[in-house]
């Protein structure tokens, strides 16, 4: 069992930055590829970024590549997304989500374990 907390959301500006941290209990958080998906008011799940158990594998939707960031630090049991040049269609609730596998994942379907969600409204 794993539980995920996010962190880190707001209000910014558009051009603004922001870092969204989840951090995860449990002993085994090495284990697992980390994802963040984000979901608009009315709009699908979108997936935003994902890292594999070791963090040298991540990808991106097309939507956020070249401006954001996934990290992580598995001693601190947390995985980071560092968004930048945010604008206003970046506006949604973030979601952190684990997948018990060491392969990284683009599709929401195969995580397992989900945050709560962190508001991110960017103003224009």
């Known amino acids: 069992q794993v539980q995920l907390v996010e962190s880190g959301g707001g209000l910014v500006q558009a051009g603004g930055s922001l870092r969204l941290s989840c951090a995860a209990s449990g002993r085994t958080f090495s284990r697992y590829a980390m994802g963040w998906f984000r979901q608009a008011p009315g709009k699908e799940r979108e997936f935003v970024a994902s890292i594999n158990w070791s963090g040298d594998r991540t990808y991106y939707g097309d939507s956020v590549k070249g401006r954001f960031t996934i990290s992580r630090d598995n001693a601190k049991n947390t995985v980071y997304l560092q968004m930048n040049s945010l604008s206003p269609e970046d506006t949604a609730v973030y979601y952190c989500?684990?997948?018990?596998?060491?392969?990284?994942?683009?599709?929401?379907?195969?995580?397992?374990?989900w945050g709560q969600g962190t508001q991110v409204t960017v103003s224009s």
């Open positions: 989500a684990a997948d018990a596998a060491l392969v990284a994942s683009v599709r929401w379907y195969e995580y397992d374990y």
